[in-house]
């Protein structure tokens, strides 16, 4: 090896001086020396295996859940199944189904219902609209015969009626009301409108207060069991963790020690496990002799000597590794396990505070519901029976009260019309209300036609006060239309929402019903079953997970020194080690270009997709595999390694290339190498020659030399 730097540095020196005898051309006539050829410079591709740390998954996985809350009933299959589309995997029991089914049919019934209504108003009552329309059009026929008759009498002036009509056919409305409310409360019962609106209402609270009771009861049996498995797993994390500082350190771990993360914690006992674990560490290097117990240590020493000098596989036992390095299947590492242990108590111990945080606001919900429910049964409770009890005399007074003034709005009215019409005081009104008896009772009588003549000014007092009646009772009736159309159209409003409102809970009822059993989404295998006959479950509760095996992927990470030869497209080898083995062709499906950096490793996430052939079945819990990427850098320059070299750190690396005839010392800026190959990416030209020393390389070493210059 000396020889050959020397060498080396004895032409590198006589190209040196040559080249500042011609004026920095560096040039050599030497002869090459033995053990040195020229070796062209070619275009080809540099092929490497890129390992991936990665693991295996199914990407066509789907996960089935149940639509509603229940109690399982069938389970009909089992982890590791077969099972094509549609196969039934689980369902509700009996009980729960029937319950679906019974309030999907009451969901239809409300539905139908909703639906006939609805077409019962979509054309309009024939016998309301006619009593309407034929009270306005008699209205209408004696308001204008009123009116011809006054005519007749009276040159007639424009009247301005809106305001003075519509405060009449306010107060007549209200004087109707009032003399119903009153004869029902005379007779000692409340109208049938107020006592249907209060059984209405406490019915209504009684199905609220069994809703929030069923509500109550189920959000306390679902969260009561989401505590007891939260508490189950934390404890099981907990254990756990204690006996992995019982297997690897002989140590009852405190519950502060738990707390702490594995690194912080032996450092604050001064542990370094590489150290302790080593078979030279004179402590434990005692042989078959176990080493004495050392007061100033947290672990055991009879523990760390029995796995330093007994156990048989002490070789594949690491006391820390990167979190990037590859770790065959046969290889412990101490570190790695205490920090997943870790992470697992730490991921339980804060699923039960979520949990316990949800089941308090839950049920502490669900309980204000119910108690809200449980008030507004007692409030509606008293109030109906108070209804069927009768009216007190207070309550007849007060409907009284409520007649007469309707009774004196109605006059108000009235006179006001008057005014509106003759220009007449109130008290003239009063007056020509007492003449308009007088006349009414003089025609009723025998009378002559001299005793007419006579009452002229009667007659015309007698033919308004008609037209202004007639014309009252008109606006009435118009109004009375009105409002037959109004209410139609609230009326159709409201059914149309409510058979709206019934569809939706009929489509959510059959999605219930249709989610009361399980069924295979495709032809797959059955990953995992997590119900048993009998289970509480709810739409959140994971029951089956089925995979598509013909498909799997292993995602992982790609060192960054590596990253280079990896591009979508590539081949890659997959080896199952469960399998004896086997070694599936895989396909580059994915290359992250955003680096990832962990504890100061830099990397770059993969996807590696592999079509399982027929014949071959993946189990769905496989843990060892190793995954080689076959990477490749093509069309690039390349050169052999041996001819590049650097004279001192820091400075460039350079050939001695052949040109018209004499060598010359030329810089280079070099890619990756492999293989004893170096991608060159500037500096020399493809064909060209290079001086090669040791002799070791041959032009048919090259990999996957192609191209112009493979000649």
Request: aromatic share 6%.
């Amino acid at each position: 090896m000396r020889t050959k730097i020397a060498s080396r540095n004895l032409l590198l020196g006589a190209v040196a001086l040559i080249a500042v005898a011609c004026g920095g051309e560096q040039v050599s006539t030497l002869q090459l020396e033995d053990g040195q050829q020229l070796v062209p410079v070619r275009l080809g591709n540099l092929a490497k295996d890129i390992p991936v740390d990665g693991a295996l998954v199914f990407p066509k996985t789907t996960t089935l859940k149940f639509e509603s809350s229940g109690v399982v009933g069938d389970v009909m299959t089992a982890e590791g199944d077969r099972v094509r589309a549609g196969d039934v995997l689980v369902t509700f029991d009996r009980l729960g189904m029937a319950r679906l089914e019974k309030s999907l049919a009451e969901g239809r019934m409300a539905l139908s219902l909703a639906l006939n209504d609805l077409n019962k108003l979509k054309i309009p009552n024939p016998e309301s609209v006619a009593q309407a329309r034929a009270a306005a059009a008699k209205a209408a026929i004696a308001a204008d015969d009123a009116s011809d008759r006054y005519d007749d009498l009276v040159d007639p002036k424009e009247l301005q009626l809106a305001s003075v009509e519509n405060a009449i056919a306010t107060a007549l409305i209200e004087l109707d009301d009032a003399e119903e409310d009153f004869e029902d409360l005379k007779n000692g019962k409340f109208p049938d409108d107020i006592v249907r609106d209060a059984r209405n209402a406490f019915t209504f609270a009684q199905t609220e207060l069994d809703a929030a009771k069923r509500t109550f009861n189920d959000a306390k049996l679902v969260w009561e069991d989401r505590l007891r498995i939260a508490k189950e797993d934390a404890d099981d994390g907990r254990e756990n963790y204690l006996d992995l500082f019982r297997y690897w350190l002989g140590v009852e771990a405190t519950q502060a020690e738990l707390e702490e993360e594995p690194q912080d914690l032996f450092e604050a006992w001064g542990l370094d496990l590489d150290v302790t674990f080593d078979r030279a560490n004179p402590a434990y290097a005692t042989g078959f002799n176990p080493a004495e117990e050392n007061p100033d240590t947290r672990w055991r020493e009879f523990t760390v000597w029995a796995w330093v000098n007994l156990y048989p596989g002490y070789r594949s036992i690491r006391g820390t590794c990167e979190n990037t390095q590859f770790l065959g299947a046969s290889v412990r590492c101490i570190q790695r396990e205490f920090d997943a242990e870790f992470d697992l108590f730490d991921a339980v111990k804060d699923t039960l505070i979520t949990v316990t945080d949800g089941a308090s606001k839950a049920i502490g919900s669900a309980q204000d519901a119910l108690t809200a429910a449980q008030d507004k049964v007692l409030d509606t409770q008293d109030d109906f029976k108070d209804i069927t009890d009768g009216p007190d005399q207070g309550e007849i007074l007060e409907a009284a009260s409520r007649l007469g003034l309707a009774k004196a709005d109605l006059e108000e009215a009235e006179k006001g019309l008057a005014e509106v019409i003759l220009d007449v005081s109130p008290q003239e009104f009063d007056r020509a209300q007492a003449a308009l008896a007088a006349a009414r009772a003089r025609l009723d009588g025998p009378t002559d036609d001299a005793d007419r003549a006579n009452d002229k000014a009667l007659d015309v007092e007698l033919a308004l006060a008609e037209r202004t009646l007639a014309e009252a009772k008109l606006l009435a009736a118009r109004i009375q239309v009105l409002g037959v159309a109004d209410v139609h159209r609230q009326q159709l409003i409201a059914a149309e929402a409510a058979v709206q409102a019934a569809q939706e809970i009929v489509d959510e009822l059959e999605d219930d019903l249709e989610g009361g059993v399980l069924h295979a989404p495709f032809d797959g295998v059955v990953a995992f079953v997590n119900a048993e006959k009998d289970d509480q479950v709810d739409e959140e509760s994971r029951i089956v997970d089925v995979v598509d095996p013909s498909v799997v992927e292993v995602r992982g990470v790609v060192d960054a020194s590596n990253i280079g030869f990896v591009i979508e497209g590539a081949l890659a080898n997959v080896t199952f080690h469960d399998l004896q083995g086997l070694v599936l062709e895989g396909v580059v499906a994915f290359v992250s270009r955003v680096p990832r950096t962990e504890r100061g490793i830099v990397s770059f996430a993969v996807t590696v997709r592999v079509e399982v052939p027929d014949g071959i079945e993946i189990p769905v819990r496989l843990t060892s595999i190793s995954t080689a990427i076959v990477g490749q850098q093509t069309g690039v320059l390349l050169v052999p390694r041996d001819a590049i070299a650097v004279d001192q750190p820091g400075s460039p690396p350079t050939v001695m290339v052949l040109r018209e005839g004499s060598i010359v010392l030329q810089d280079v800026v070099t890619g990756e190498s492999h293989d004893g190959w170096t991608v060159i990416r500037s500096g020399l030209r493809q064909g060209e020659d290079v001086v090669v020393n040791g002799g070791a390389t041959s032009t048919s070493q090259a990999p996957d030399i192609g191209g112009a210059g493979s000649g």
